[in-house]
Every structure is written in C-alpha cells, then in structure tokens.
C-alpha cells in the first residue's frame, strides 16, 4: 500500500473529517460540486486542491471546519454526452478509452445517462480520495435524490412568492438541433451567448426589401450601396406580411423569432448584385456591390455600405468602384468630414483583421465624440426632413436611439437578435441562434430590488483575489431575466408547472444549506414526502410553530430542533470556491439567490476564485476535450506531488499550464524533505551555535510568514516559503555545520522538521502524516495545529550576518572562475573606521534626497583623490542592498563577523582564509577598494 493510500483510510477510519456541531468556532467551505459526465482532469485538480488547502490550514488553525460534497446530475451535460456515446461520436469514445483509460466494457453502457453518472460520480470520488480531499463524505448526495427535490421545490416555491421568478417571453441562446435554451455551461469552451440586438432598415428593390441590418441606424444618411456576399445563397421570403430578401442562413435563424417565415424562392447572391435599391430614407437609389467580407451567418447576410464612417466600406468600395463619393453623416471633431477614409489612408490596413480595428476604433469615437451634420440630414426625404430635423446636432448615441423608434414607427426598420460573440457552439456541436422564447419561466435577475439586495451582499463579501470583486459588479449589472426550465434532462420539475424541469445553474445556487442537515436526513430516513415547504421553511427559515410541523410532516420536535440548530450552527457559508469560469454564471447565481432567500446574518462571507488550468493555450475542458486525467497524474506523480505542483503553478487568480518539469521539482524537494525527516535519529550532534541559531532564526520568521501568506490564499508564494525556502534552509543548515566539522545538532533538527511537517501538512498531508507517525508524534498532523513562531528566536542580525558570508563565498567563487591559476589563499580585506564613519553620512544624505554634490560640500575634499573616494564611497551608498543598509545600521564589527563565518567561507570556496585590514598600501598594489560590508579580495 502507498504512503497515500495508508493515510486516506486511516483518516477514514478515524473520521478525522466528519464535522459535528461542537463548541469550537465553525468554518464551512464549499467547492461548487462536480457535474459527472466525465472524470476528472487536472483542471478540476486546482480547483479542489486549493479549497483543500485552505480547509486544513483552517483546521490547523483550530477551527471545526466542515468540507462537503455533492454531485450535480441535473440538466443537458450529462444527456449531452451519454447521447455522444450511444451516437459512436469517435472523438469522445477515443477520450474514454486513450485518455481516461476506461474499460471496453464499460463504454457501450455509458450511452444510459443514469449508468454515466454513477460511474463518473463514483470515478471522481475514487480521484478527490486519492488526491487527500478532507471531505466529511456523509453529507454526500445527488441532485435527483427526492429529498434533495423536495429542497428544491421549497426554493422554488419561496422565489415565486418573492415575485423573482417570472414567466415572460424573451431572448435566450438556443440550440436549434435540441431545442434547449443554452447557457454558458451548455457550450464547448464555457462561452456565455452574448445576445444583442442589430437594427433591420428596409431598402426597397424590385424583388423585395433587402432589411441591411446595422448597429449604427444613425448613419442611414449616408449609405452609399448595399452589400451582399455575391458567393452566398439567399431567398425571397415573406417575414410579417412583407416580401424580403434574406441570406439562407438568416431565414433559417430568424425562423426562432419570428413565426411563420415562408421562404417563397432562392436567389443567389450574384443575381442581386443586378439589381438596385431605394435608401428608404433619403430615397436615393443605390447599387447592390458584392463583397466576400460580408457573413452571412451574421444577422440578415446584407450590409448597408456608409465609406464615410466604416472603415470595411470604403477599403473594399475602393476596389470595386472609383466613382461612388462618400456621404458625411457625423462630425468628429480633429478628423475630415470622411473619418473612415482619413483613418483607412493613414494607416493602411492590411487585412480584415486590421480592418475591424479600426472599425472598433472609429465606432468609439465617433460614439463618445460625434454630432450629427445638418447637411446629412437634409439629405432625407421631404415628408420626413422636419420630423427627423431634431436630430441634428445631436450626440450618436442619443442620434441612434431617436432614428431607430423614427424607422420603426414609420414601418421603415425593424429590430432582430444576434450573438454577439458568435460563433457559440452548444456541446452537442451545433451553433447557438438566439431564441425568443414565449411565455417561459425565468428568473428575473435583472429585478432592480432583487439587483439592490445582490450589491449590498456583495459589498460585504471577502473576495480572494480581491481583484475578482470588479468582475462580479460587472456581471451582477449585466444579468437580466434568464430562462429557468428546460423540457428535457435530469431534475426536479418546476413545482407549478410539472412540464418543466428546474436546469442545472437554477438549482445549484443554494444547495450549500443542504449539506449542513444532509447527513442527519439520512441518518433519520427522513422521506421526501416529509420534507414539506413548511418543513424546510422552519429549518432553514426558523418559520412556522415546531409542533404544528411536527404533528404534519411526522418528524419529532427533537429531530426538528436538532435540524435547526445544525443548520444555524453551519451557516453562514464562509467560503465558496471555484475556477473562475463560474463568475459569471453560478457564482453570480449563488450570491443572488442567497440573498434573495435568506435574512442578511445568513449571507455568505467569501468566494475564493482560482485562475483556470490551461491545456495549449485555452481552459482544459470536458467539452473541448483538450484534458489530461487527474487521476492518472496521481499514479504517476503521488497526491502530495500534484497537490503542491497544482497549487504553485502560478498565483491563485491566474491561469497555469501545468507541467512535468514542474512535478519533478516538487517531487525532488519532497523526497528531499523524507529524506532529511527520516535521518533525524542519526544527528548526534549537541552544539548550539551560529548555525543552530541561524536554523531556529530561519524557521520562526518563516512561520511568521506563512501565516498571513496562508490566511490571504497566497499558496505559490506560501509554498516557496515551506517547501522550497525551509528545505534550502535545512541543507544550508547541514553545510554550515559540516563546514565547522560537526554533527548536526539531532534535537534542533527534530524541532525543526516536526514544525516543518506541520507547515506541509495542508499541501503534502500524506508525507506529512507518514513524517509526524515515524518522528513518534501521536494523532494525526491533519488535526494538529499550525505552528507558533516564538519572536525570541527571530535573530534578524543573525539572519543578515550570514547572508553577508554568503555574499563572500559567491564574490570569492566569481574571481576564482575568472582566476588563472591555482590559488591557495583568500586574503579579505576590511574597509577601516573612517569609511565606514563616511558611508553613514552617505546613506545619511541619500535618505535625505540628498546628492552627490551635497555630499561633497559637507566633506570639501582637499585634493582629486579625497574627492575619487567621497564620490565612489557615495555611489556605493546609493547601490546598497537593503539587508545590508539594515546590517549597517544594527552595527557590526566586519572583521568578527567575518571570523564567525570562516568555517564555511572556507569549506565552500576550498582556500585558506586570511582576514586584514584595508590599507592605501593595498590600493596601490592591488587597485581595489574596500568599502564596509563589500572587502576587497585578493587571491594567491
Ligand atoms: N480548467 C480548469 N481549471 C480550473 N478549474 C476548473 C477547470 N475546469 C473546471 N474547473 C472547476 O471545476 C469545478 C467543477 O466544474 P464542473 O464539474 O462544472 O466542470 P466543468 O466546468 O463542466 O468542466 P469542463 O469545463 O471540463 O467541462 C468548477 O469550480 C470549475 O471552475
């Protein structure tokens, strides 16, 4: 059995992790729960990991920490991928068998939703045991449980009554092949449809209105031609009674917007560019260009082309006609009447690419900036020139609004829905289409009181990194009512209307109250049928009279009461953890409906938001296949390996790619860190000396350290420092003493490693718990507490003294690489009194603001070299390293300081060691200076 395995089950045996109600102070943590439709891949690693860490160092510190878990089935991404297995989709079967290694046998059956989600549930169990999650598992469940639906169907019914779920009609992103709405996590790369909106403006022609669809209406005045894409194929189709010309593509899309679409005939995109149109606005008749730019997988596959303000316009008009003149539409002042073309000369755009630059670079000027011409205006028809004469002068944006309600009142335009950010592909691979859907369920996140709780929430919340606090502001503004059933998956039906079923970022916003009572619902057989809405209303809720609920629902006061005071002792959740793909979505949701449903001393506290594991460049992803499996990692590397390796890839909010060469370093400093733990018996030494109170010195201000490292999540910093910075410190340790030609001092060391085990322990607790055991320590370090720091043993001068020695050792190694010869002896010599009496004014003066030159008028030096030394002694006192300043200034005698460190002086660099003053004689001879704490040395 391996060191891992032996640990997780004697933790298991001894139910080190298992929470209970106790006297202590509490802190719940929670990771959002894993959707298993795959097993896990080290991108999940990180995610865990570090709420893991944070978990036991929590513990550590003495707190009754409660870490639960559960298993998310509900909704499409499970369906979604039991569909691609039973379709042979060949990609994911290779995935299964290559990569997850997962038997042939196994396979077929993974094609059974329910099959797939209990093997993978138990499959990323089997990977958060091996990877030592410190998980109470009793409270484990399943969103398809019935108690938990009972739960559910509570929250629901309690949002309704609050007046925040809604039924209405309103645009969602929509699989057209499945016809399911599709959220972020729906979609290959976690893309969240962005919907817009693109304004339709008819432009009569003799084979139907051409709807050019635009994002800025107010340039209406200055279309010069149409485009369409002559390559493409478009029909003739009649959209709410009028005869209109659409790309394929479009009439398809927009058939789940607008009811009935009758494609009447095709066209080609060719046979268009034969005909002329009729701007519906200024009445001038214009021609139908071909262009390759223009998409027809992008609202109505044609373009209104304005060269005076599109950068795209008037490069490709320019190609295909020299005679048609730009028309000014808006003024910009520091530009021409033509932006477009101003900014197209200047900077000579290459491609597409650069096109769309200075497309988004024009379409902000002239936003922030621009006012409508009144000569474009004029340009309109009679009928209309009075109505729109009000828009002249005005800003585009107010000019954009005020011509947008004039087309569609006047029958002239009409509005569509677009993804913004498209292509979005659903998982099942088709692209999303934005969907009006009628008369849906939806959570109404953009209700302004529900808005108002969800900032006030937020403003209390601890944010780690707190960098993330802007991107959830952003996003709690930016949601707006979204769609909240489906009519296909796994789930618990809508209460109300059983014909839905609640989806799966609907009802996973507040499940961390579930776990608080999960375990006792079990150990009490509690039934759904019991688990009324009065029953959750008084245990969550304290509402209603305990012997009326009792007498109900046939569950004993006693039981009752103990549920509550679970619940209330558990609750607030402290923290919340996830990668950070989740801000915009379930985080967001997590927050909104805590707030919408529990009183404010129950809000959450904290969310804690990891950067993503990255795979070649984008987020390692079930959906987009690009994974490497945890648990296999694991095998090859061992949990602690991975655990340290996941959690100082890179600082906790940003992305990291995870890489062998960076196991094989932790790997090599753990082994390294056994090794040291494992030879404690055999150190016979007794001194204490230098280097003992260097080691003690090192292993308190350490200490000191980690903990505000450890309590601000900073793990690659913290690891640095436990890892990686003590063991350095031990080996530095081991030198110093067998430089003096001793044994190391075998109770210092015991001290040391036995606190040093500790440090580890939340990050390697499976060596560490072997470590602890073997060093005759009783329990488990898991549950032990973090090391105190005594400040009397922080000997900073100490510390500093012999990073001076260091800095000898490494100037007598860099001459000897330059030396030619085979030198026996290093002579140091010692800057004298008067120098160092000089360097202090310097430093003095440079604190001060002071300079080279009021330096010099304090000293007046008497000749040209008094004032060569003031100047050199000056410039070394600006290039000081700060430890050294801080040497100097607590005062040390440079000649003793450098007798103490003679041994190891010695014994690094392999030469005799003399120690001398410096004197002029020496700077003849040598041409080297001494300065205080920078000798000059000289080898023979
Ligand atoms: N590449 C990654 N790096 C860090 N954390 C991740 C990564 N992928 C998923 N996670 C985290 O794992 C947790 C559970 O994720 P979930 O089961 O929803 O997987 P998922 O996001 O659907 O996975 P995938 O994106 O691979 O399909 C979430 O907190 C999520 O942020």
Same mark, same amino acid.
Not at 349 to 354: E, L, S
Not at 550 to 564: A, E, M, N, P
Not at 656 to 684: H, Q
């Given at each position: 059995m391996s060191i891992g395995e032996k640990w997780q089950k004697k933790w298991k045996e001894s139910k080190i992790f298992e929470a209970n109600v106790d006297s202590r102070e509490k802190f719940y943590t929670t990771v959002a729960f894993p959707y298993p439709n795959s097993p896990f891949h080290l991108g999940h690693g990180r995610t865990y990991v570090t709420a893991d860490i944070y978990a036991r160092y929590m513990r550590m510190k003495g707190y009754n920490v409660l870490f639960p878990m559960g298993f998310h089935y509900t909704g499409t991404p499970i369906i979604t991928m039991a569909d691609d297995v039973a379709k042979g989709e060949k990609e994911v079967i290779d995935i299964f068998k290559n990569i997850y290694e997962i038997p042939d046998q196994v396979i077929p059956k993974l094609s059974d939703p329910l099959f797939m989600a209990n093997y993978f549930k138990d499959d990323i169990k089997k990977a958060m045991d091996e990877m030592g999650l410190s998980i109470d598992w009793r409270r484990e469940f399943t969103t398809i449980d019935p108690e938990f639906s009972s739960f559910i169907v509570w929250q629901f019914n309690t949002l309704q009554k609050r007046g925040f779920v809604v039924k209405d009609t309103h645009p969602v992103g929509w699989c057209p092949v499945h016809h399911l709405p599709v959220g972020m996590h729906d979609t290959k790369g976690d893309m969240e449809p962005d919907i817009g909106e693109y304004t339709l403006i008819f432009f009569e022609s003799k084979s139907g209105y051409l709807p050019a669809a635009t994002l800025r209406p107010e340039t209406i005045f200055g279309v010069v031609a149409i485009w369409v894409n002559p390559k493409e194929k478009y029909v003739i189709a009649e959209v709410k009674g009028r005869k209109v010309i659409l790309s394929e593509r479009s009439a398809f899309k927009l058939t789940f917007q607008i009811d009935n679409i009758k494609v009447l005939e095709k066209i080609s995109g060719s046979e268009l560019t034969k005909i002329t149109a009729i701007n519906p606005v200024t009445g001038d008749t214009i021609p139908i260009l071909g262009a390759d730019f223009v998409d027809v997988n992008?609202?109505?596959? *044609?373009?209104?082309?304005? $060269?005076?303000?599109? $950068?795209?316009?008037?490069?490709?008009?320019?190609?295909?006609?020299?005679?048609?003149?730009?028309?000014?539409?808006?003024?910009?002042?520091?530009?021409?009447?033509?932006?477009?073309?101003?900014?197209?000369?200047?900077?000579?755009?290459?491609?597409?690419?650069?096109?769309?630059?200075?497309?988004?670079?024009?379409?902000?000027?002239?936003?922030?900036?621009?006012?409508?011409?009144?000569?474009?205006?004029?340009?309109s028809k009679e009928e209309f020139r009075s109505e729109l004469g009000s828009v002249i002068g005005i800003s585009v944006p107010e000019a954009r609004k005020s011509i947008t309600d004039f087309l569609i009142s006047h029958g002239l335009g009409d509005k569509i829905y677009e993804i913004m950010n498209k292509p979005v592909y659903c998982r099942c691979g088709n692209e999303v289409v934005v969907k009006i859907l009628k008369d849906q369920w939806f959570l109404d996140y953009g209700n302004p009181e529900w808005k108002a709780l969800v900032r006030k929430l937020v403003s209390k919340m601890r944010l780690v990194p707190d960098e993330v606090r802007k991107d959830f502001?952003?996003?709690?503004? &930016?949601?707006?009512?979204?769609?909240?059933?489906?009519?296909?998956?796994?789930?618990?039906?809508?209460?109300?209307?059983?014909? &839905?079923?609640?989806?799966?970022?609907?009802?996973?916003?507040?499940?961390?109250?579930?776990?608080?009572?999960?375990?006792?619902?079990?150990?009490?057989?509690? #039934?759904?049928?019991?688990?009324?809405?009065?029953? &959750?209303?008084?245990?969550?809720?304290?509402?209603?009279?305990? /012997?009326?609920?009792?007498?109900?629902?046939? %569950?004993?006061?006693?039981?009752?009461?103990?549920? #509550?005071?679970?619940?209330m002792y558990w609750y607030p959740l402290d923290m919340r953890h996830s990668g950070s793909d989740l801000i915009p979505n379930h985080l967001s949701f997590f927050i909104f409906n805590h707030a919408a449903i529990f009183p404010e001393d129950l809000w959450p506290r904290g969310i804690a938001v990891n950067g993503l594991v990255l795979y070649e460049g984008k987020k390692m992803s079930k959906s987009l296949r690009n994974i490497i499996p945890l648990r296999k990692t694991i095998r %090859?590397?061992?949990?602690?390996?991975?655990?340290?390796?996941?959690?100082?890839?890179?600082?906790?909010?940003?992305?990291?790619?995870?890489?062998?060469?960076?196991?094989?370093?932790?790997?090599?400093?753990?082994?390294?860190?056994?090794? *040291?733990?494992?030879?404690?018996?055999?150190? /016979?030494?007794?001194?204490?000396?230098?280097?003992?109170?260097?080691?003690?010195?090192?292993?308190?201000?350490?200490?000191?350290?980690? %903990?505000?490292?450890?309590?601000?999540?900073?793990?690659?910093?913290? /690891? /640095?420092?436990?890892?990686?910075?003590l063991l350095s410190d031990v080996n530095e340790y081991m030198e110093m003493v067998k430089a003096e030609g001793r044994d190391p001092n075998g109770s210092i060391l015991r001290d040391f490693v036995i606190a040093w085990t500790r440090l580890l322990a939340p990050f390697a607790p499976h060596i560490a718990e072997e470590v602890w055991n073997a060093l005759g320590n009783s329990g488990f370090v898991s549950v032990s507490r973090w090391p105190n720091y005594d400040e009397s043993n922080i000997d900073l001068k100490l510390e500093l003294e012999h990073e001076y020695h260091k800095e000898i050792i490494d100037d007598i190694r860099s001459i000897l690489n330059v030396y030619k010869g085979n030198p026996k002896i290093a002579t140091i010599y010692v800057a004298n009194t008067s120098e160092h009496t000089l360097l202090m004014d310097a430093l003095k003066t440079t604190a001060g603001g002071g300079t080279l030159k009021t330096f010099m008028s304090s000293h007046r030096p008497k000749n040209k070299e008094e004032a060569k030394e003031l100047q050199d002694i000056f410039e070394y006192a600006t290039e000081m390293s700060d430890s050294k300043k801080k040497l100097l200034l607590l005062g040390v005698d440079e000649e003793v300081l450098l007798k103490e460190g003679l041994p190891l002086i010695k014994y690094k660099t392999g030469l005799d060691i003399e120690v001398q003053k410096y004197s002029d004689e020496i700077m003849r001879k040598y041409k080297k200076e001494s300065f205080p704490l920078r000798p000059s040395i000289v080898l023979s």
């Open positions: 992008t609202a109505t596959g *044609i373009v209104m082309s304005v $060269p005076a303000h599109a $950068p795209f316009d008037y490069f490709y008009l320019k190609k295909v006609s020299s005679s048609i003149r730009p028309i000014a539409v808006v003024q910009v002042d520091g530009y021409n009447e033509f932006p477009a073309v101003e900014l197209v000369e200047k900077s000579n755009p290459k491609n597409d690419t650069d096109l769309k630059k200075l497309t988004e670079q024009l379409y902000r000027i002239e936003y922030n900036k621009g006012r409508m011409r009144k000569d474009a205006i004029e340009r502001e952003y996003s709690i503004e &930016w949601l707006q009512k979204r769609a909240c059933a489906r009519t296909r998956g796994l789930g618990t039906p809508l209460p109300w209307d059983k014909k &839905w079923i609640i989806e799966s970022l609907s009802d996973s916003t507040i499940y961390m109250a579930y776990y608080t009572i999960a375990h006792k619902i079990k150990a009490y057989k509690l #039934r759904a049928s019991q688990m009324t809405f009065d029953f &959750w209303d008084y245990v969550l809720l304290g509402k209603g009279d305990i /012997n009326d609920i009792s007498k109900l629902t046939g %569950i004993s006061i006693d039981v009752l009461q103990q549920l #509550r005071s679970e619940f %090859i590397y061992g949990p602690d390996v991975i655990r340290i390796t996941l959690s100082s890839l890179s600082d906790m909010g940003s992305e990291a790619n995870f890489t062998d060469a960076a196991a094989k370093s932790v790997m090599d400093s753990l082994k390294r860190f056994y090794e *040291i733990a494992s030879s404690i018996s055999s150190f /016979n030494g007794n001194e204490l000396g230098f280097a003992e109170k260097w080691l003690m010195s090192r292993l308190n201000s350490s200490i000191k350290q980690s %903990i505000s490292l450890m309590d601000n999540m900073r793990f690659r910093d913290a /690891n /640095n420092l436990i890892l990686f910075g």
